[in-house]
């Protein structure tokens, strides 16, 4: 990188450095030129950019399409959810029917499964499901007796394959009003395990290619439902890497302006998506998120302009990018942990938790140094980072009152996330 092009860099980290979470434009950024390069050698003239990470991702990508690019990529904003694609992709009933819903979450109630369905209603008012419907959580949900009970359901399997085939229809409506009645479907998507395309691979007929951020090795293909992790792909690559480091953080940074999808309905100007209303979501979005985004668009922005004036190659700025966005998502500022920790988190699928990203309002912590808590830590071999009730070690460490290892270990990210990342993902990724 030439001398002008990195002052210049070192400029826009000083600018924006007082902005919260800017910072996560050198990840974005990073994404969105890989995205572009990719969708270009793969000759794709159309994308969607699945909700509601995909409302962001669709905002930057489509400002860098016309202002450094210039493809010619057509995009649209297409309103889906795990939820919503779930009841269209059952055809029929069987245990492994519904292996989506439960495959990360082993337990779960009755209630949440049906509720996943979208068919409690229904199953309410059923005299013979009584006995099982009721919030108790169930402990490996799959092997379950009421599991079983509710598969062998007469009612059950009748509602649920009808209502299914309402929702199927409805579903291929909307997907041909905004792709196009195209033949094959491509999309971008944040990622981790790609629920929503194996749940669409079961209802769409054409080639569907799903490009996301980041992507699970366990992802599964099939020979029409295919996968690419653009920034970080485990089939090609084994090494851990700080771009994929808590991605729970970035999950909440891109928090949409609208609720979740819950199904679709059939309306005056043609088939629409239906939301779970949930007015503490937009509150946050409003209040804090949009602020964030904007702050992340800006630096953005400036980056994507340094690049294009010397015309710096990927190489150039790579690892710089990753150090900078390393450094701070192990190490952030207090007041970026303390923003975090104020945002609500609603899981809008399978077991349908609520929770804080961080902390109770009041909690202590903060302090640099607990030499009971490093003992604990020790003793442990990291397991009390689960007790924190947290997915960022940057948090975890905050609450131990252990701040001074996040300072040591921003100077190696890759070895903390190797390091602890297993300690932290207790909840399953969105997608």
């Not at 649920?160 to 409805?170: N, T, V």
């Not at 771009?243 to 609720?259: D, G, T």
Request: hydrophobic letters at 40%.
């Amino acid at each position: 990188m030439n001398k002008k092009a990195r002052i210049e860099l070192k400029k826009i980290k000083m600018e924006y450095g007082r902005k919260q979470f800017a910072w996560i434009a050198y990840l974005f950024i990073l994404f969105i030129i890989l995205l572009d390069e990719r969708l270009n050698l793969d000759r794709r003239k159309k994308v969607l950019f699945f909700s509601r990470e995909g409302e962001f991702y669709k905002k930057i990508y489509d400002w860098y399409r016309d202002n450094i690019s210039k493809r010619e990529v057509q995009t649209e904003y297409f309103y889906v959810s795990r939820k919503a694609t779930m009841l269209p992709s059952i055809f029929k009933i069987t245990k492994d029917s519904f292996q989506e819903i439960y495959k990360n979450y082993s337990t779960i109630s009755m209630i949440d499964f049906l509720n996943n369905l979208n068919i409690l209603d229904e199953c309410m008012g059923e005299a013979n499901l009584q006995s099982i419907l009721n919030d108790e959580k169930i402990k490996n949900f799959e092997e379950s007796e009421q599991y079983r009970f509710l598969l062998n359901s007469k009612f059950f399997k009748e509602i649920c394959i009808q209502k299914a085939e309402d929702q199927r229809k409805l579903f291929l409506d909307y997907l041909n009003k905004v792709n196009g009645g195209e033949k094959e479907l491509c999309f971008v998507d944040i990622g981790f395990d790609g629920t929503m395309q194996n749940n669409i691979a079961k209802i769409f007929e054409g080639e569907i290619f799903g490009y996301y951020m980041i992507l699970n090795q366990k992802a599964p293909e099939t020979l029409r439902s295919h996968k690419y992790g653009v920034l970080f792909d485990h089939k090609r690559s084994k090494n851990t890497n700080v771009l994929e480091f808590n991605r729970s953080v970035v999950e909440i940074i891109l928090m949409a302006s609208h609720n979740s999808v819950k199904m679709y309905q059939k309306q005056l100007k043609g088939v629409e998506p239906v939301f779970d209303y949930n007015q503490q979501e937009l509150d946050a979005f409003q209040n804090t998120i949009s602020e964030i985004q904007e702050n992340i668009f800006h630096m953005f922005k400036r980056l994507a302009m340094v690049i294009k004036k010397y015309d710096l190659k990927l190489n150039d700025y790579q690892d710089y990018f990753v150090k900078e966005y390393g450094r701070n998502i192990i190490n952030p500022k207090k007041d970026e942990i303390m923003t975090y920790i104020s945002i609500p988190v609603f899981d809008n699928f399978a077991s349908f938790k609520s929770y804080k990203s961080g902390m109770d309002s009041g909690w202590g912590g903060g302090g640099y140094f607990n030499v009971r808590n490093l003992e604990k830590l020790i003793c442990s071999k990291g397991s009390i980072l689960r007790k924190q009730d947290t997915n960022w070690l940057a948090v975890a460490m905050y609450k131990l009152n252990l701040r001074i290892f996040n300072l040591i270990l921003s100077f190696m990210p890759n070895i903390a996330n190797s390091m602890f990342q297993r300690y932290l993902f207790h909840v399953s990724e969105k997608n």
